[in-house]
């Protein structure tokens, strides 16, 4: 084991922060790379050659990104990515319903820092938010929600599948729940879309929010579906030149969104086939981790969850120390926006693990490019680090010292 | 058929150093805000290009604040200060213009230059303070504005002075410490990087109210993870553009022979904002009686790009605002086009120009003689 790790010491980490962002897949680089230089237009200049090839590429974009969400082209906006997108679709409800007297958002505590900082920004508006806690497997109680919602509800934002703990949530459920009360359902897709089937009309979503770097896409770009029937009403975030029906100004960035459209076309055609293998690898990680060390604790749903994501607690072992003794691994305790300050994760805490534990926690991610040997290297790296910190007694030194 | 590129204020070519950076930012796999190696490998690249991009406009490496792309960088800014009274000069950009409901309009003399008096006055007739958003260089007609003195006026009556510098920045110097700007728009597309890229330059000390809200980047000003290969493609574009500002004395000499030219084929041809200080590379000319779209087909068809206004939102071409606001005549305004050069339009390109329009000009009084 010890010989394992020295042999790829020298090698970059292998990577398994697939949730913090994947790399471009070389198919969609290749896809993107032309609009880059010859073919250049504004794809809002169409009264010229150039402008218009780069309209076309857009709009064949777009209906790639339809496809595999199974929603008509005109239903998707673009965007600068799934923040800008959380934050259209959580204000623009708001701002739009608030003048038929419906002011409130009705999500999980759970959800991402930019849905739960937009619902708090909107406070200054005049608008109300009720933040609905989980279960103990992270998912939404539907009884809750269900009570939750009032008639001064315009809104009910709930992620598709969760960042750090990858459990997917009863979206058909939640959708029927949400027409039933005349309530839009917005779920900030950007962890789904492209891992697991989503259908917007069968799980009658309203609104939804993807991101292109999260699915072997180019960062900076992404889009919020917004239903036609029945049409779901937003105020705009970013006004301008009009672009994307008035909903989205800005010039259209043609290689991001050309790189958008060939990743949902790579997902449509081999998320079924990618979902069977990651799982076995993922349960490959986990049986392979239980084995060497009986302690560890997966947190969130163990069957409903992202096939690639796994989030594990080695109690006794501050994960900062565990990260810092295996180099080879590129890991991370949760969402890459907030890494830099490293404290407990919240959504740890919201599915009632002690501060200590939420602070022994790794969220580990699978992706395309993973393989068998990168899983076994990364097990037999994590069981000796936890191994080595756990007898060098640093948990009772770290403790101390905070 | 050759095809001659003169549309270059809707969007240039990505530079080849743009391209470079953009290609090897797109095989990296980090989350700039990801602590592992790969996340501060990504880290540093956001932070060689926000150097490179705030020595282009002479501010602080840390008064960048990356956007995706100038309109939300100017949504950004007139939204950051509610309360604030907002004035915008009458010849913005539409995302300036559209960003708050109730902006007052500054207006524009004849030659396109802001009226400073007016402003002044408007200023000077309410105490609140205000936000006052004047564009350093017209998309358009290319007119500059007295930027230095815009600035003296809206400090010295207590308000905020943001200028959109889209089209400026890497045609001519723009010196935000110098100028005393407190908020400043840029755009990587229009200087040679990629599109979905651009900047808001604020002011240190400055506290804005962000437009995105979430992981808390650059500085919590715009929440969303950083596009990495935008960014880098955008630092890589404005240390080009730094570079290449010398080569506008060239691009100007060949956009002031295409004038000349049109206007000696054409003597009853309108060029706007020639008596003010333009820049090198926009011209925005009138063939009186002839539709802007009618000249823009035309132009196509002969391989000629150019356009009748800004881009954005197009396929409607409807009457200029920036036109409409200097005074020209309505039937004159909707026979304008926009032609602008960039770095690579040699003497060729203006030859299509001059002989399409030219042709389009003789056929167009021939039917009406």
Not at chain 2, 106 to 125: C, S
């Given at each position: 084991m010890t010989a394992a790790i020295a042999r790829k010491a020298n090698r970059p980490p292998v990577y398994l922060d697939y949730q913090a962002t994947t790399p471009v897949d070389p198919r969609v680089l290749q896809a993107m790379l032309p609009w880059f230089t010859e073919k250049f237009g504004n794809p809002a200049s169409i009264t010229h050659a150039y402008g218009r090839e780069a309209e076309a590429a857009?709009?064949?974009?777009?209906?790639?990104?339809?496809?595999?969400?199974?929603?008509?082209?005109?239903?998707?906006?673009?965007?600068?990515?799934?923040?800008?997108?959380?934050?259209?679709?959580?204000?623009?409800?708001?701002?739009?319903?608030?003048?038929?007297?419906?002011?409130?958002?009705?999500?999980?505590?759970?959800?991402?820092?930019?849905?739960?900082?937009?619902?708090?920004?909107?406070?200054?508006?005049?608008?109300?938010?009720?933040?609905?806690?989980?279960?103990?497997?992270?998912?939404?109680?539907?009884?809750?929600?269900?009570?939750?919602?009032?008639?001064?509800?315009?809104?009910?934002?709930?992620?598709?599948?969760?960042?750090?703990?990858?459990?997917?949530?009863?979206?058909?459920?939640?959708?029927?729940?949400?027409?039933?009360?005349?309530?839009?359902?917005?779920?900030?897709?950007?962890?789904?879309?492209?891992?697991?089937?989503?259908?917007?009309d069968a799980m009658q979503i309203d609104l939804m929010s993807i991101s292109g770097h999260k699915v072997y896409g180019p960062k900076g770009i992404g889009a919020l579906y917004i239903r036609r029937r029945p049409r779901a009403r937003i105020t705009a975030l970013i006004d301008g030149g009009g672009q994307e029906r008035g909903m989205r100004s800005g010039t259209l960035p043609t290689p991001l969104c050309v790189g958008l459209g060939e990743a949902a076309a790579l997902a449509e055609a081999e998320m079924a086939g990618e979902a069977r293998r990651l799982l076995t690898l993922r349960q490959r990680f986990l049986a392979g981790i239980q084995r060497a060390l009986p302690a560890t604790r997966l947190n969130g749903d163990p069957e409903r969850r992202l096939p690639g994501n796994l989030n594990l607690s080695f109690p006794g072992v501050p994960a900062p120390a565990l990260m810092e003794a295996c180099p080879g691994l590129a890991l991370s305790t949760g969402s890459a926006c907030t890494a830099a300050e490293i404290e407990p994760s919240f959504v740890l805490r919201a599915l009632g693990l002690s501060d200590d534990l939420a602070a022994a926690s790794l969220r580990i991610g699978l992706g395309r490019f993973t393989t068998e040997d990168e899983v076994d290297f990364a097990v037999s790296t994590l069981a000796a680090g936890v191994r080595q910190l756990g007898s060098a007694g640093v948990t009772t030194r770290l403790a101390a010292t905070t | 058929m050759r095809t001659a590129y003169l549309d270059w204020n809707a969007t240039a070519p990505v530079r080849p150093e743009a391209a470079a950076a953009v290609t090897a930012a797109l095989t990296d796999r980090g989350n700039p805000s990801s602590v592992h190696r790969f996340g501060r490998a990504s880290r540093r690249i956001v932070n060689e290009a926000r150097d490179a991009v705030a020595a282009l406009v002479n501010a602080r490496a840390d008064e960048i604040v990356f956007t995706s792309g100038g309109t939300e960088a100017n949504v950004l800014a007139l939204e950051a200060f509610p309360g604030r009274r907002i004035l915008v000069s009458a010849i913005e950009h539409d995302s300036v213009r559209a960003a708050v409901d109730d902006a007052a309009a500054i207006p524009v003399l004849a030659d396109g230059r802001v009226d400073l008096a007016a402003l002044e006055a408007m200023l000077a007739v309410d105490p609140r303070p205000a936000l006052v958003s004047v564009m350093f260089a017209n998309n358009e007609t290319g007119v500059i504005q007295d930027v230095a003195a815009i600035a003296r006026i809206a400090h010295s009556a207590g308000a905020l002075y943001h200028c959109d510098a889209i089209q400026a920045a890497g045609k001519i110097a723009v010196d935000f410490a110098a100028l005393e700007i407190d908020l400043m728009t840029l755009s990587a597309h229009k200087l040679g990087g990629p599109m979905g890229s651009g900047a808001l330059v604020v002011r240190s000390g400055l506290v804005l109210r962000p437009l995105l809200r979430g992981g808390g980047q650059e500085r919590r000003l715009r929440g969303g993870t950083e596009n990495l290969p935008g960014i880098a493609g955008f630092g890589a574009a404005a240390a080009a553009a730094r570079n290449g500002l010398a080569a506008y004395a060239a691009i100007a000499k060949l956009r002031d022979a295409a004038q000349q030219r049109l206007c000696d084929l054409a003597p009853d041809a309108v060029v706007f904002g020639a008596d003010a200080p333009r820049l090198p590379n926009t011209l925005c000319i009138a063939m009186p009686g002839v539709a802007s779209s009618t000249q823009v087909i035309a132009l196509d068809l002969a391989g000629v790009m150019v356009s009748a206004g800004a881009a954005c939102s197009s396929g409607k071409v409807t009457r200029s605002h920036v036109l409409d606001a200097m005074g020209v005549a309505p039937a004159l305004a909707e026979s304008a086009i926009r032609i602008s050069l960039g770095w690579s339009t040699t003497e060729a390109d203006i030859d299509q120009l001059v002989d399409a329009w030219g042709a389009l000009y003789a056929r167009t009084r021939a039917s009406a003689a």
């Amino acid at each position: 084991m010890t010989a394992a790790i020295a042999r790829k010491a020298n090698r970059p980490p292998v990577y398994l922060d697939y949730q913090a962002t994947t790399p471009v897949d070389p198919r969609v680089l290749q896809a993107m790379l032309p609009w880059f230089t010859e073919k250049f237009g504004n794809p809002a200049s169409i009264t010229h050659a150039y402008g218009r090839e780069a309209e076309a590429a857009v709009e064949k974009a777009r209906g790639q990104l339809a496809s595999l969400i199974k929603a008509d082209a005109r239903e998707i906006v673009f965007t600068s990515g799934a923040t800008e997108a959380n934050n259209m679709a959580v204000k623009g409800a708001l701002r739009f319903h608030k003048q038929f007297g419906k002011d409130r958002i009705v999500t999980l505590v759970t959800e991402h820092k930019c849905v739960l900082e937009s619902a708090k920004a909107m406070a200054a508006e005049g608008c109300r938010a009720t933040y609905l806690p989980v279960e103990e497997s992270g998912l939404v109680d539907l009884d809750r929600l269900k009570e939750a919602i009032d008639d001064q509800t315009a809104i009910v934002s709930v992620m598709a599948a969760h960042n750090e703990i990858g459990v997917i949530q009863p979206l058909a459920e939640i959708g029927a729940l949400c027409r039933a009360r005349g309530v839009l359902f917005h779920t900030d897709a950007a962890q789904a879309v492209g891992k697991i089937p989503i259908d917007v009309d069968a799980m009658q979503i309203d609104l939804m929010s993807i991101s292109g770097h999260k699915v072997y896409g180019p960062k900076g770009i992404g889009a919020l579906y917004i239903r036609r029937r029945p049409r779901a009403r937003i105020t705009a975030l970013i006004d301008g030149g009009g672009q994307e029906r008035g909903m989205r100004s800005g010039t259209l960035p043609t290689p991001l969104c050309v790189g958008l459209g060939e990743a949902a076309a790579l997902a449509e055609a081999e998320m079924a086939g990618e979902a069977r293998r990651l799982l076995t690898l993922r349960q490959r990680f986990l049986a392979g981790i239980q084995r060497a060390l009986p302690a560890t604790r997966l947190n969130g749903d163990p069957e409903r969850r992202l096939p690639g994501n796994l989030n594990l607690s080695f109690p006794g072992v501050p994960a900062p120390a565990l990260m810092e003794a295996c180099p080879g691994l590129a890991l991370s305790t949760g969402s890459a926006c907030t890494a830099a300050e490293i404290e407990p994760s919240f959504v740890l805490r919201a599915l009632g693990l002690s501060d200590d534990l939420a602070a022994a926690s790794l969220r580990i991610g699978l992706g395309r490019f993973t393989t068998e040997d990168e899983v076994d290297f990364a097990v037999s790296t994590l069981a000796a680090g936890v191994r080595q910190l756990g007898s060098a007694g640093v948990t009772t030194r770290l403790a101390a010292t905070t | 058929m050759r095809t001659a590129y003169l549309d270059w204020n809707a969007t240039a070519p990505v530079r080849p150093e743009a391209a470079a950076a953009v290609t090897a930012a797109l095989t990296d796999r980090g989350n700039p805000s990801s602590v592992h190696r790969f996340g501060r490998a990504s880290r540093r690249i956001v932070n060689e290009a926000r150097d490179a991009v705030a020595a282009l406009v002479n501010a602080r490496a840390d008064e960048i604040v990356f956007t995706s792309g100038g309109t939300e960088a100017n949504v950004l800014a007139l939204e950051a200060f509610p309360g604030r009274r907002i004035l915008v000069s009458a010849i913005e950009h539409d995302s300036v213009r559209a960003a708050v409901d109730d902006a007052a309009a500054i207006p524009v003399l004849a030659d396109g230059r802001v009226d400073l008096a007016a402003l002044e006055a408007m200023l000077a007739v309410d105490p609140r303070p205000a936000l006052v958003s004047v564009m350093f260089a017209n998309n358009e007609t290319g007119v500059i504005q007295d930027v230095a003195a815009i600035a003296r006026i809206a400090h010295s009556a207590g308000a905020l002075y943001h200028c959109d510098a889209i089209q400026a920045a890497g045609k001519i110097a723009v010196d935000f410490a110098a100028l005393e700007i407190d908020l400043m728009t840029l755009s990587a597309h229009k200087l040679g990087g990629p599109m979905g890229s651009g900047a808001l330059v604020v002011r240190s000390g400055l506290v804005l109210r962000p437009l995105l809200r979430g992981g808390g980047q650059e500085r919590r000003l715009r929440g969303g993870t950083e596009n990495l290969p935008g960014i880098a493609g955008f630092g890589a574009a404005a240390a080009a553009a730094r570079n290449g500002l010398a080569a506008y004395a060239a691009i100007a000499k060949l956009r002031d022979a295409a004038q000349q030219r049109l206007c000696d084929l054409a003597p009853d041809a309108v060029v706007f904002g020639a008596d003010a200080p333009r820049l090198p590379n926009t011209l925005c000319i009138a063939m009186p009686g002839v539709a802007s779209s009618t000249q823009v087909i035309a132009l196509d068809l002969a391989g000629v790009m150019v356009s009748a206004g800004a881009a954005c939102s197009s396929g409607k071409v409807t009457r200029s605002h920036v036109l409409d606001a200097m005074g020209v005549a309505p039937a004159l305004a909707e026979s304008a086009i926009r032609i602008s050069l960039g770095w690579s339009t040699t003497e060729a390109d203006i030859d299509q120009l001059v002989d399409a329009w030219g042709a389009l000009y003789a056929r167009t009084r021939a039917s009406a003689a």
